[in-house]
């Protein structure tokens, strides 16, 4: 990641299950709340690939 360690990345887990999912300090867990600040709208605003446009 560009030169920099994975403990400096900004990486979270949702709704992960199953063997190993449990969250720890290096893999922290979003709660139902934080997750629905993560919209494609914040992201990308109107914009749509083109691929998903419809008339």
Known sequence: MS????QDARF?????SGPGAAGTADRPQF?????AEYT????LGR?????ERRP
């Open 12 to 16: 979270a887990e949702y709704r992960n």
């Open 47 to 51: 914009w749509r690939p083109f691929a």
């Open 31 to 35: 709660t139902d709340a934080q997750a």
């Open 40 to 43: 494609v709208e914040r992201y």
């Open 3 to 6: 030169g920099f360690s994975w």
